[in-house]
Structure formats: structure tokens, C-alpha cells
């Protein structure tokens, strides 16, 4: 079993910056954001490989959000610009652990699942 620990959220207005950390307890391959707005199903965000040369985003975060990992940490980041008022939602970190990285923006592609971490844009 991998837990993973998601910190960071919290409440930013419309323009701003914010920076989310997941932290793993165990070794992973691929890791990925996902995230919901109430009343809304959950939504790939953006995920990366183990060597870090592979990322992959939504288009709706493409040239705002940023993914990373320090492989030393077994952490991953998201580093969110220009937050919009719609990026509001529950952040989850997801990581893959077994099989072959083949759909990084499908929840089956993932092993584990953290608790998820709220972030509120303001406009």
C-alpha cells in the first residue's frame, strides 16, 4: 500500500498563485493531479512520469499549471498560475504503481488515491 498526502490548498483570489505538494510513502512510477467541484465528477488535471520527461495536461490548465516531482522526496508538485475562479475544486493526488503507463488521464490508470487538498479561487 502507497499513501499519499496531499498540502497546499487553500483560499486565492482570481489571478494568484498557489502550490500543492503530495508527499508518497512508498516508491511510484506515474503520478498524477486530478480534481472535482461540487456537484461535478472528477477531472484529470495533469500527471508525470518517474523520470520526469513526460507530462501531460488538460487543456484547460495548459500555460497555468505546472507539474513536478523530486523522486529523493517521493514528493510531486503543482504549481498553479493564474488561478481562475473555475479551477476551484478538491485537488487529488494519484499514483501508479503497477501495469504499463498508458492513459495517464484515466482514473484506471492509477493505484492509489490521496484524501485530496481544497482549493478556493475567489473572483
Known amino acids: 500500500q502507497v499513501q499519499l498526502v496531499e498540502s497546499g490548498g487553500g483560499l486565492v483570489q482570481a489571478g494568484g498563485s498557489l502550490r500543492l505538494s503530495c508527499v508518497a510513502s512508498g516508491l511510484t512510477f506515474g503520478m498524477a493531479w486530478f480534481r472535482q467541484a461540487p456537484g461535478k465528477e472528477r477531472e484529470f488535471v495533469t500527471a508525470i512520469v518517474w523520470s520526469g520527461r513526460r507530462t501531460d495536461y488538460a487543456d484547460s490548465v495548459k500555460g497555468r499549471f505546472t507539474i513536478s516531482r523530486d523522486n529523493a522526496k517521493n514528493t510531486v508538485y503543482l504549481q498553479m498560475n493564474s488561478l481562475k475562479f473555475e479551477d476551484t475544486a478538491v485537488y487529488y493526488c494519484?499514483?501508479?504503481?503497477?501495469?504499463?503507463?498508458?492513459?495517464?488521464?484515466?482514473?484506471?490508470?492509477?493505484?492509489?488515491w490521496g484524501q485530496g487538498t481544497q482549493v478556493t479561487v475567489s473572483s
Open positions: 494519484a499514483a501508479q504503481v503497477r501495469g504499463r503507463w498508458t492513459d495517464p488521464e484515466r482514473e484506471s490508470q492509477y493505484d492509489y
